[in-house]
């Protein structure tokens, strides 16, 4: 499925109704460069959830935990992390949970992603002009 976004609000309102959607245990894979929206994707996405607290990228703390929502919701963003680095942070366990996690730079971490996740990719597309962002949404 693809979804066009052509402001940050709209990224946020795609985040926000996939938050809505998301069950025990659900895993989402955000794959973009730098400056395209994941950050903006995944405060609508845990506003979805229920959280109300900000929700910030958690790059210099790996994971950052929200347990006020109908889920407890894990943000990780690899980006800074080796892949053989993920059990010391309990990873694994989170993951597989009764929460939902979010993966901010899931493609840097192929082997250690569950065998189920929803997949997002986010583009820009300058010849649709400044704002506009191309969210690719697939099951894996």
Partial sequence: MIKNSYRAKETYQIGLELGKQAKPGDVVCLI?????????????????????????????????????????????????????????????EMVEGEGVSLIEWADRIPDSLPEHYTEITIEKQPEQGFDYRKITICER
Avoid: N
């Fill in 32 to 92: 973009g460069e730098l400056g395209v929206g994941k950050t903006v994707f995944s405060q609508g996405f845990g506003a979805g959830i229920g959280i109300s607290e900000p929700i910030s990228s958690p790059t210099f703390t790996i994971v950052q935990v929200y347990e006020e929502g109908r889920l407890p919701f894990y943000h990780f963003d690899v980006y800074r992390i080796e892949e053989e680095e993920l059990f010391e942070i309990g990873f694994e």
